[in-house]
């Protein structure tokens, strides 16, 4: 599975953007796409993910309300609406999946991916 992200810039605060993760490859038995990001200093921490199947969504506290995920099955592409971004959210942003789907307690871990994007640069500054 080849994953490519798109979509990143620069943002001041309260601004919104739109990240694009397309699939390409080997798509048939992958069943979930999770964004990452990881700021300068930081570990790798993941976001929010979305079911490829049924469209299940799961956001991390500090993105909820904020993030939206979605997908369009016919383009094995997934979507990630960021709204009210704020300085914290700079990162470099990356879109995974693996084969299968983890349990739940690994879904938000990176070691629980196989397949990653190349990363965007996501900057929100005044």
């Known amino acids: 599975v080849q994953l490519q992200a798109s979509g990143g810039g620069l943002v001041q605060p309260g601004g919104s953007l739109r990240l694009s993760c397309a699939a390409s490859g080997s798509t048939l038995n992958y069943y979930i796409m999770t964004w990452f990001r990881q700021a300068p200093g930081r570990e790798r921490e993941g976001i929010s993910y979305?079911?490829?199947?049924?469209?299940?969504?799961y956001y991390a506290d500090d993105v909820k309300g904020r993030f939206t995920i979605s997908r369009d099955k016919s383009k094995n592409t997934v979507f990630r609406q960021m709204d009210n971004l704020k300085p914290e959210d700079t990162a470099v942003y990356y879109c995974?999946?693996?084969?299968?789907?983890?349990?739940?307690?690994?879904?938000?871990?990176?070691?629980?991916?196989?397949?990653w994007g190349q990363g965007t640069q996501v900057t929100v500054s005044s």
């Open positions: 995974a999946t693996t084969w299968g789907l983890p349990p739940d307690s690994r879904r938000m871990l990176p070691a629980a991916y196989e397949f």
């Open positions: 979305i079911s490829t199947s049924d469209g299940m969504t």
